[in-house]
């Protein structure tokens, strides 16, 4: 009870409300709306901040729903699977059931997964702590990298060529081993590297707000907003599938581990898992509730998920948590086993934090739904000016670096490219953040032994290369054996 | 998708590549320890043979497109000019901001990315109530009223 204050409790309800606002936008999911605020939350009190961010997380990741089930635009990657049959539920007329199922069933998987962090984190960073050294930080990072071939999608060479850029960037400034100035054309301030926070934010908001800036005029995201059927009935058939939720449950929490996969890739999972299950009748993708059901449970799941990797090891589990690391080390907090055992208020203020938003998720949900479905007919010309400002002033209150807003400028120029021809924006940034703690663990583990073996030396070692190994060879061997054969039968 | 938008997407990948091969050039020449150049060296010889491999890849697309579209580029169109104000305005408020201060700033570079937007109502609507609205709320309401003081610069 200590940890429950009501200041804490207020930042919370804040955090979701504008999580909620800018969730409900499409294109601008949870790690555009975090990137947003990372500059409000600089002065904030450390706990503050987090309760602030993790009331933000959880609004915009459910936020996005509501646009993909009333208007069949999903608000982010990590709402997809919620429009296949979210949608078609709305056309039926039963929009408010649907919102009803998406919002109990985002709660119940928020929950859960506050709960899995709650229980899991601590016994991960308890094990690791015991067994950690060099070889084995590059073995786990080297599994963080390899599970971004998940992330990459369709195309891999383009996705590898975003990820080595993304290594490339990690590497420009001080070389931390031998203190020798790379790749900094000179520049003095380059010689830090390249910031984070500006970075993100150049990368996700600025990229953002120029694809924003190039629709019509007078453009809003949606004309009109109607909603239909009852909310209460979508809760009470959340409850009824009660085993469909767990299912979702456990899928966005394992997911949600791995580094770079997270809620985008878990909630079409737990969708088609749910799908190849109880999809004897045909309806799913023309309006079965339980369609909306698994990917908002399975979503919600992963929000405290993605943390467990960003608190015991200093690897974030995706975009969001990549810039709540961020906010960490803006408060002079070092992510990592060592967090468990000297901040141990911390880690169990944040922990009551992310139950606690998900707790009250439920409420506002309800009280808020109609509001939010209206702030989609906002107009773009409207949004994209106030959204310009908030960036770059958000930059610059940093530390009033003209070098900071330059950052954010360049980076939103790469952002806004890559979108429009097409290159995965993940594994640049997953990369560009695991890359120098690569760098230095492979280093430091050869300056350790006289040989490359130094990598293998213990039977810890060797258990997480093959899983790497397994992680790295796995998709293309079962595409080439398992899927193969099954097109040719069909 | 048109030769316009393969040739965009060729520059891009052309200036990765050059990128690639000045950071790759850079590895090899500069006087570093051999520990300190193994990692640089291999993720960039990576990427420029994959850089090389895309790059050849969309010039054959241009070279093909280019051969059946015989239609001249256009590249001021409403959509660009858009997208650069919005670059631009984000500059100037940055410049404006450093010349002057926020509140100019803001009142000059807002309501003028609102009207290349194209949006003049609230273009002129923000011109009248955004220098009105920061007297009353910040002025009058936080330095008057609660006695806070501002940060430096507004």
């Known amino acids: ?490 | 998708m048109t030769k316009q938008n393969i040739l965009g997407e060729l520059i891009l990948k052309l200036i990765l590549l050059i990128y690639g091969l000045y950071y790759f050039i850079e590895t090899i020449t500069m006087d570093i320890s051999y520990n300190a150049r193994i990692y640089p060296f291999i993720i960039s010889l990576a990427f420029n043979i994959l850089m090389i491999m895309l790059t050849s890849e969309v010039f054959k697309k241009y070279l093909e497109q280019a051969k059946n579209d015989r239609q001249s580029f256009k590249i001021i169109t409403p959509e660009a000019i858009k997208l650069f104000s919005t670059y631009a305005a984000g500059i100037l408020l940055i410049a404006l901001t450093l010349l002057v201060n926020y509140w100019l700033a803001i009142i000059v570079a807002l309501p003028l990315l609102a009207y290349v937007l194209e949006d003049k109502k609230f273009s002129l609507i923000s011109y009248v109530f955004l220098p009105v609205g920061m007297i009353i709320i910040v002025y009058i309401i936080f330095v008057r009223f609660l006695s806070v003081r501002l940060p430096v610069g507004f």
Not at chain 1, 277 to 299: H, L, P, S
Not at chain 1, 325 to 334: K, P
Not at chain 1, 466 to 474: F, T
Request: aromatic share 12%.
């Open chain 1, 1 to 490: 009870m200590e940890y429950i204050e009501v200041g804490i409790f207020l930042w919370v309800v804040v955090g979701l409300l504008i999580g909620i606002l800018v969730g409900v936008l499409p294109g601008l999911g949870a790690a555009t709306a975090l990137s947003l605020l990372v500059p409000l939350t600089y002065k904030m009190d450390t706990n503050i901040a987090i309760a602030f961010i993790m009331g933000v997380f959880v609004g915009a990741v459910y936020g996005s729903s509501i646009t993909s089930i009333l208007l069949n635009i999903p608000g982010s990657a990590t709402s997809v699977a919620t429009m296949f049959d979210g949608y078609p539920l709305t056309v039926k007329g039963y929009s408010l059931t649907a919102l009803g199922a998406s919002i109990t069933s985002s709660s119940i998987g928020g929950i859960a997964g506050a709960l899995f962090l709650m229980f899991v984190s601590r016994y991960i960073a308890n094990f690791f702590m015991h067994n950690m050294d060099s070889p084995s930080y590059f073995w786990i990072i080297m599994i963080a990298l390899s599970c971004l071939i998940t992330a990459i999608g369709k195309d891999r060479t383009i996705g590898f060529a975003s990820a080595l850029f993304g290594l490339m960037v990690g590497t420009i400034g001080m070389d931390m081993m031998s203190f020798n100035y790379r790749y900094n054309f000179g520049s003095f301030y380059m010689g830090d590297g390249i910031p984070m926070v500006p970075l993100i934010l150049g990368i996700y908001a600025l990229s953002h707000i120029m694809t924003l800036s190039q629709r019509e005029v007078g453009e809003s995201i949606s004309k009109s907003v109607q909603m239909h059927g009852s909310l209460w009935e979508g809760a009470k058939q959340t409850l009824i599938n009660w085993v469909l939720v767990i299912r979702s449950i456990i899928i966005g929490a394992v997911i949600g581990v791995f580094p770079g996969i997270g809620g985008a890739t878990a909630n079409l999972v737990a969708y088609y898992n749910a799908k190849s299950k109880y999809n004897q009748d045909d309806t799913f993708g023309k309006g079965d509730i339980r369609g909306v059901i698994a990917a908002e449970a399975c979503n919600n799941a992963t929000v405290a998920s993605t943390l467990v990797p960003t608190f015991t090891l200093g690897i974030p589990g995706g975009i969001p948590a990549a810039i709540l690391l961020s906010i960490l080390m803006i408060h002079g907090l070092t992510p990592g086993p060592t967090l468990f055992t000297e901040n141990v208020d911390f880690v169990n203020q944040t922990f009551v934090t992310v139950l606690i938003a998900n707790l009250i998720l439920f409420p506002i949900a309800i009280l808020t739904l109609r509001f939010f479905a209206r702030i989609t007919t906002v107009k773009i010309s409207i949004l994209v000016p106030f959204l310009l400002v908030f960036v770059v002033y958000g930059v610059y209150g940093l530390q009033r670096s003209l070098y900071d807003v330059i950052i954010v400028f360049v980076f939103g120029l790469i952002g806004y490219l890559f979108n429009k021809y097409n290159i995965p924006i993940v594994p640049f940034l997953i990369s560009y953040l695991l890359g120098p703690m690569f760098e230095v663990s492979l280093r430091r583990s050869l300056r350790a032994g006289d040989d490359i073996f130094i990598l293998v030396s213990k039977p810890f070692h060797i258990v997480l290369a093959i899983i790497a190994l397994l992680l790295i060879v796995g998709p293309p061997l079962y595409n080439l054996f398992v899927k193969k054969p099954l097109i040719k039968q069909a």
